[in-house]
């Protein structure tokens, strides 16, 4: 592997190999995985599922590939150069120590591993094996965020007071919930912040920078389900600015595709007002004026949320074939997972939460 290496250790040289890359997972999400890597023309050379209809299904889109149902046989058999772990957090850190065994680096899917512990773990493991993680955070990549990114560079907004996101995605209510697409939800101990906040989270420090402080406040409305899935956030950010995460994945929001951005933003600063609403389009009000001004933006309806997984995708392949900065790397995205935690103590204890202390 050294003979095709760039830039750092862990990166791949397409001019001399074309990375070969396995697949652990078949389940709802991993269609825009799959999609992704076909437009990228990656090599796929096997894929691991212990549904094997979907995985033969998948296959054929990748010159019939070899379908495995063992993770560690398919990385003997395959000897892949990526790894890309699409499965619920249940088995991340089981994977990862595989891989990491075996000299692949990894692709891990959020909420990467069940807990702070684990992760650290799965962290520490990959290092001491010189293998790197990079987790599958999608939502930064949508282009809305990307836009919004570009207006703050800009001083669009002056000085900037306070950000709130509503998350509506009216999915949770009922015994049903969730049943049709993810139904391994319904069990989930932790489940608005650790499962779908961290986006926001995330999104929140792309666009505000690190985080200082948390206080949560969260609530179990659907009692068929078992964690939270309603709730309030208050972040106070390192550079001064404050937030307001409102979940409630009960109730919805205006919306032709209730998913595409989940909820809508509003970010307020001494020279007006940005507004995302759920169509993923972006407004912008001038203080002291009474109208909107809606901001042509160019994107795709495609695959999801404005083609993020692909563009996430991209970024990774980036990494590891041309040695670009990895923004979504185990290591940087565990202080977003510090931050979920504090927001579970903080709603334990009833306190504000300091990050650095977690």
């Known amino acids: 592997m050294k003979n095709r290496m760039v830039n750092n250790r862990n990166?791949?040289?397409?001019?001399?190999?074309?990375?070969?890359?396995?697949?652990?997972?078949?389940?709802?999400?991993?269609?825009?995985?799959?999609?992704?890597?076909?437009?990228?023309?990656?090599?796929?050379?096997?894929?691991?599922?212990?549904?094997?209809?979907?995985?033969?299904?998948?296959?054929?889109?990748?010159?019939?590939?070899?379908?495995?149902?063992?993770?560690?046989?398919?990385i003997l058999a395959t000897k892949p150069d990526l790894v890309d772990i699409i499965v619920p957090p249940l088995n991340h850190l089981k994977f990862i120590k595989i891989a990491s065994k075996n000299k692949v680096n990894i692709i891990c899917q959020k909420p990467f591993t069940n807990s702070i512990k684990?992760?650290?773990?799965?962290?520490?493991?990959?290092?001491?094996?010189?293998?790197?993680?990079?987790?599958?955070?999608?939502?930064?990549?949508?282009?809305w965020y990307k836009?919004?990114?570009?207006?703050?560079?800009?001083?669009?907004?002056?000085?900037?007071?306070?950000?709130?996101?509503?998350?509506?995605?009216?999915?949770?209510q009922g015994k049903k919930a969730y049943l049709n697409r993810q139904p391994y939800f319904q069990k989930m101990e932790r489940f608005m912040i650790h499962e779908t906040a961290i986006h926001i989270i995330d999104v929140f420090r792309f666009l505000f920078g690190d985080i200082e402080n948390v206080f949560g406040k969260l609530v179990n409305l659907n009692k068929h389900?078992?964690?939270?899935?309603?709730?309030?956030?208050?972040?106070?950010?390192?550079?001064?600015?404050?937030?307001?995460?409102?979940?409630?994945?009960l109730s919805d929001h205006i919306a032709e595709d209730k998913r595409l951005t989940i909820g809508e933003m509003l970010i307020e600063g001494s020279k007006g007002t940005i507004r995302l609403n759920g169509n993923g389009e972006i407004f912008l009000r001038r203080f002291g004026n009474n109208k909107e001004l809606k901001i042509n933006y160019q994107w795709e309806k495609k695959g999801f949320a404005g083609d993020s997984v692909f563009n996430c995708q991209k970024h990774i392949l980036s990494h590891f074939t041309r040695g670009q900065r990895l923004v979504n790397g185990a290591e940087e995205y565990l202080k977003n997972i510090k931050i979920e935690e504090s927001i579970y103590k903080s709603n334990n204890l009833k306190k504000v939460i300091n990050i650095d202390r977690i």
């Not at 650290?120 to 282009?143: C, L």
């Open 118 to 143: 684990e992760a650290k773990e799965a962290i520490k493991n990959a290092k001491k094996n010189s293998v790197t993680i990079a987790v599958h955070e999608n939502f930064r990549f949508q282009p």
């Open 225 to 249: 389900i078992k964690g939270e899935d309603a709730g309030f956030v208050l972040f106070q950010f390192k550079n001064g600015i404050r937030g307001l995460f409102d979940g409630n994945r």
């Open 147 to 172: 836009k919004i990114n570009e207006m703050l560079k800009d001083s669009t907004l002056g000085e900037l007071y306070q950000v709130s996101f509503r998350m509506r995605p009216g999915d949770g």
């Open 11 to 74: 990166s791949f040289n397409l001019d001399e190999k074309k990375i070969r890359l396995s697949i652990v997972g078949t389940g709802y999400f991993s269609q825009f995985h799959f999609d992704a890597w076909k437009r990228l023309g990656v090599e796929v050379s096997g894929i691991c599922s212990l549904n094997e209809s979907e995985a033969h299904k998948y296959s054929k889109q990748f010159e019939n590939c070899p379908v495995f149902k063992d993770f560690e046989t398919m």
